[in-house]
């Protein structure tokens, strides 16, 4: 093998180069983020630009561990809706900027783009590349903290809606921690409620990007804390491995070809490379491509550089080694891919991408670098290693050989024109209209819901294909077998985009909205999983494009008299007997007062958010109990500091305790704990019942949450009232039984049907609920995070049994309504 020049790379940071005001450089503007947040920090409804302000700020601190000065970093999800990021990098500046006249943090939380990302000395490479994200956060937040530890001092400063309530303050010394002098930023901001409709941050959605941050860097201890509850979660997330510990995460649910993993690293012009590779038995490649730490969905030159090495230096073994020649069959890049799971992360100075969104990296001085790289190293180790080399090929061969014996059977299932009807299959149903955009086609569950669609349909737009019976697992199953299935045979000629990585193209498909409409039992969940699968490993580009969609058939109808009402779920029949219980009904309080009408309607809406936050505390304890709790109010931490108050509350709820149970089953008593929460116990023939509310449950954000209703639960429910509604009177000792005594009276005179099967409804059932664009309501499937769409589609569906069944036992808890 000739010599490389490329050198392993070590991280490029000066000894003599400083981080100070002076590296921070400024260009201005804070209010257009307000007035165009969309711009800076991506979606501000769906969840998305919420997201991305923890990862401004984890960026940060990304970027402080690549330059080598971090590496601890904490995001923690507050009680109160607040995240709070903590690193001990070096803090950030706190000296005076000269420019300015005012503290160089301060600068950065306050000026669009200010940060040490524009001074080439301070960041050799950096994620933040514009410079916008921490003063993003700070200027679409409610209010912001910073805490600084730099210099042996600690400092704090407020910010509200991006403006700072009071200079950059010394606080005190820094403190001592493992390396000496406490150093590091922590930054605590409450996202606003004027920019973001949805402000609940989802736990996977951050433990997903930061496990990506913690393969990409392996030094770095990264660590999720969620306060919300009253059991605060941890996740740690470590890997020493790095992008080979992160290979083997993917491939946790498959089988290997080879172990451990291939790593390559090597650097060029500044131009970092890092890479590892594994063949697994799977039919379907996975690689996952980062500049920077930043996901490139399109992947760009870099992963156009891995492939020509890649496809270029199998060939070459294959052919040295003669197996190219014996085998008789020409290899292709698709072959070579097959089954191959690939991280690939490099470092660039200044990476250029195709938009905002950095979903593509353009950079041309990237692809030679990578290529050089693979094809060095990859050659090297197929020489080191012949017995899994040999493996390898011969799967690639296998691969090529398959190809070649799908392409007859791929022929079959081509698209020969949109208006040639005689190549579409019989069993479907087509519609009038010829323009992909207007037309739908609904994919059913067996003949019995077909008859019906077909008849309950709108020919002129909507196309029904029955499908009968399970289809083929496609995640098991090679290429040429998956086309020899009739039904997925019919499924391609029908939907008329072609298949397989020549002929497939989503731009041809006859519908631009395709409805996966199945029972909602057991199988229809089935089979929606497998078509599922078929979708994502064959037709991916349709899910991208938007066109798949699940249909939500409602799950009741109610009907009372003549009249007939169909509910999508649990809920929408929750609001239907709330509404008929509370017609003519009153609650009749204690001192004669009554109640009726929208402000019932209002109790019974703060009954059902009660009795919501009392299921999240009543997983520890019944239900009855934390109720009664919440109404007498001890759910106050200053409480329990207080023993004379403490004890006379939890009397207090011992007496309410006794009230519910039956005569012969009272005997409650109530304890408070110094420091330690409320103790409350009963003995009952011989057995003692005993149920501890501690401090952490006291602390937990359902009971902060609680505490605000305390004086309005207690003013209500303090004393004996009745529920009047329908000629029936029944008594109310709290929000949970005013709920159930409302939806019983709503469930008199009304007779509810809950539905399993589209077989049952008759078509024209079937059109007012699940076929009627006005009122039916449909789920558009998306893919969010590719690794975890796969390590799914791989656990669940893939050959490997263990991780399955780890996963069943992990999850079979969480199911609500098991019907099996």
Known sequence: MSSSPLEPSEPSVSAGETYDADSIKVLRGLEAVRKRPGMYIGDTDDGSGLHHMVYEVVDNAIDESLAGHCDRIEVQLNADGSVSVRDNGRGIPTDIHKEEGVSAAEVIMTQLHAGGKFDQNSYKVSGGLHGVGVSVVNALSEWLELRIWRGGYEYSMRFSHGEATAPLAQVGPSGEDSRGSRTGTEVTFMPSSLTFTMLDFDLSTLEHRLRELAFLNSGVYLRLIDSRHAEETAI????????????????????????????????????????????????????????????????????????????????????????????????????????????????????????????????????????????????????????????????????????????????????????????????LADCQERDPALSELFIVEGDSAGGSAKQGRNRANQAILPLRGKILNVERARFDKMLSSAEIGTLIAALGTGIGPEDFNADKARYHKIIIMTDADVDGSHIRTLLLTFFYRQMREVIEKGFLYIAQPPLYRAKRGSSEVY????????????????????????????????????????????????????????????????????????????????????????????????????????????????????????????????????????????????????????????????????????????LDAIMDAGKKGIAIQRYKGLGEMNPGQLWETTLDPNARSLLQVKVSHVEDAEEVFSTLMGDVVEPRRDFIQANALKVANLDV
């Open 567 to 738: 509910l999508k779920d649990n809920r929408a029949l929750e609001n239907y007997l709330i509404d008929g219980g509370l017609t003519e009904a009153r609650l009749v309080l204690a001192g004669g007062g009554q109640i009726a009408g929208t402000e019932l309607r209002a109790l019974a809406d703060q009954a059902r958010q009660v009795k919501a936050l009392l299921s999240g505390l009543s997983r520890r304890l019944p239900l009855r109990v934390v109720e009664q709790v919440a109404i007498v109010g001890p759910l106050k931490p200053t409480i329990l500091t207080m023993p004379d108050k403490a004890a006379e509350a939890a009397e207090a709820i011992a007496r309410r305790l006794d009230l519910l149970e039956l005569p012969l089953e009272t005997g409650w008593r109530g304890e408070a704990l110094e420091g330690d929460g409320l103790i409350f116990s009963r003995t009952l023939r011989g057995v003692t019942e005993t149920h501890h509310i501690d401090a952490a449950t006291v602390r937990s954000a359902e009971a902060r949450k609680l505490l605000e209703m305390t004086d309005r639960l207690l003013e209500i429910y303090g004393n004996h009232s009745e529920l009047v509604a329908k000629d029936r009177t029944t008594p109310i000792t709290g929000p949970v039984s005013l």
């Open 236 to 427: 740690d997330l470590h890997y020493q491995g790095g992008l080979e510990a992160f290979v083997a995460y993917l491939d946790k649910s498959k089988a290997t070809l080879h172990n451990p993993p291939i790593m390559m690293k090597g650097e060029r012009d500044g131009i970092t490379v890092e890479l590892a590779m594994e063949w697994t038995d799977a039919y379907h490649e996975t690689c996952l491509c980062f500049t920077n730490n930043i996901p490139q969905r399109d992947g760009g030159t870099h992963l156009a550089g891995f492939r020509a090495a890649l496809t270029r230096t199998v060939n070459n073994y294959a052919t040295d080694s003669g197996i190219a020649k014996r085998e008789k069959v020409a290899l292709s890049g698709d072959d070579m891919r097959e089954g191959l799971t690939c991280v690939l992360s490099v470092k660039v100075p200044d990476p250029k991408f195709s938009s905002q969104t950095k979903d593509k990296l353009v950079s041309s001085e990237v692809r030679p670098v990578v290529e050089n790289v693979v094809a060095d190293r990859l050659g090297q180790w197929f020489e080191e290693h012949p017995g899994e080399a040999k493996k390898i090929i011969s799967k690639v061969v296998e691969a090529a050989a398959a190809r070649e014996a799908a392409r007859k059977a791929r022929e079959l299932t081509r698209r020969k024109g949109a208006l040639d009807i005689a190549t579409l299959p019989g069993k």
